[in-house]
């Protein structure tokens, strides 16, 4: 395709100055950027290094590294934290999905929630038991799983508490990762749970598998069988590389779409039965009082969403020009079919590109040219999947599911950007 750019190329598609994603497919189109460090293509004022010779062309480098590290200038990308300061194993840590790009996350960026804290298990001692409503109770050591033929899901894995800011009754300010980041997205590899559960014979009444962890929590889930006999994995490996310890090391389960409480860290027994446990975390946690009086349990799937990551609070626009707006969305019900932006806080939208590959249950990278004009604007982003589902305006969502709930909140996000060019949360 051609790199020169017309007339026709630069009108807008919407309103608020959106081109249409063609333009992203033209190898000659510079666009500026919407981060907070400058215009595109113009050396900083203090530059001090001789460009034609810079000192690091001038002497050796530094010699190998048994495990490599990211650069000392990147130190500022890392999780945001929040735990309890009386118990500080009990929190979460935050993906800082703005300072991302593609679509998997660095294991050592990936998001927590930790009950107690991460435990030092010693993989030798580890084992994972299968027992209840099966012929033959089970137990597995980890140089015994290492053993059977392994499968891989590239998939996203979002805690049910994550965005659930969006609740609240004023627009909370933070980075976006700081709001949305409970979620990230890995290779995770490791052996089909169905093959275990094949191999220990499942009674035919059994409709349930109770999974526990071994943190000092004895976290542990209620989880219907049939899901986890379609595509669950005990997972060993994240990234290509042994599942770190505040992953779950030296396994965890791993469920395609289902919400990440029910993706069990330092997986250790799994107990098949005919009913749930009605553990604390399917109760008294996600779990939610609808308006109707009736409460939504079990929710597990989850559903399409969409966050756009730049331009996004705390980062700030240039001046007129032409920027990409660039975000994630994701599904737990399968791929994403389109992703749809709006420059004018949803009177107009316009199809964002879609970077490949489109996988289900994994992060989708979407892309949008714009023509801003340097006038106040309101950004969202809507995404629809494979099922038809699209996501709900913030509105909607609380009309459907009241204000009782703390969880699974998936309601389109709107940024306001105003004429010096600062990005903030709004509700619109």
Not at 357 to 365: E, G, N, Q, S, Y
Not at 381 to 399: C, F, H, M, N, W
Request: glycine letters at 10%; charged letters at 20%; aromatic letters at 8%.
């Amino acid at each position: 395709m051609s790199s020169h750019l017309t007339a026709d190329d630069l009108q807008p598609v919407a309103g608020g100055g959106l081109l249409h994603r063609r333009l992203l497919l033209k190898s000659g189109l510079m666009l500026a950027t919407a981060a907070a460090t400058g215009s595109v293509g113009v050396a900083p004022a203090n530059a001090s290094e001789d460009l034609a010779s810079p000192s690091w062309m001038r002497m050796p480098g530094a010699p190998f590294s048994a495990y490599g590290n990211p650069s000392k200038h990147e130190a500022r990308v890392m999780r945001a934290i929040g735990a309890n300061k009386d118990l500080p194993g009990n929190g979460v840590s935050w993906t800082p999905l703005e300072s991302l790009e593609g679509m998997i996350t660095p294991s050592g960026l990936h998001f927590e929630r930790h009950h107690n804290g991460v435990p030092e298990i010693g993989p030798a001692q580890h084992r994972l038991v299968v027992h209840g409503m099966v012929r033959q109770p089970l137990m597995f050591a980890v140089n015994d799983l290492l053993r059977y033929p392994m499968r891989s899901h590239l998939i996203f894995i979002e805690c049910g508490g994550n965005s659930n800011a969006g609740w609240h009754e004023e627009p909370i300010q933070r980075p976006v990762g700081s709001f949305h980041g409970l979620i990230s997205c890995s290779e995770w590899s490791g052996v089909p749970l169905a093959v275990l559960l094949d191999q220990a014979g499942i009674d035919p009444k059994a409709t349930w598998v109770i999974a526990e962890g071994a943190d000092a929590v004895v976290m542990n889930v209620s989880l219907p069988l049939a899901k986890l006999m379609d595509d669950a994995i005990v997972a060993l490996y994240q990234n290509g590389e042994r599942i770190r310890p505040e992953n779950g090391y030296p396994m965890r389960l791993i469920i395609p779409g289902f919400e990440g409480v029910t993706n069990v860290k330092w997986l250790r027994r799994l107990q098949i039965t005919d009913q749930p446990v009605m553990a604390r975390n399917e109760t008294a946690k996600y779990t939610e009082l609808l308006p109707n009086g009736r409460a939504r349990q079990f929710t597990f799937g989850i559903d399409a969403k969409s966050v756009i990551t730049t331009p996004s609070p705390f980062q700030k626009m240039f001046g007129p020009n032409i920027y990409e707006i660039k975000g994630l969305a994701w599904s737990g019900r399968g791929r994403i079919a389109k992703v749809e932006v709006s420059a004018d806080g949803g009177k107009s939208w316009a199809e964002a590109a879609l970077q490949d590959p489109v996988l289900p249950r994994c992060f989708t990278r979407f892309r949008m040219p714009w023509s801003w004009d340097g006038s106040p604007a309101i950004l969202k982003s809507r995404a629809t999947d494979e099922t038809g589902y699209v996501q709900p305006e913030r509105d909607v969502l609380i009309k459907e599911r009241g204000r009782n709930g703390y969880f699974h909140y998936n309601a389109i996000a709107a940024w306001s950007i105003d004429e010096d060019g600062a990005v903030s949360h709004v509700y619109a």
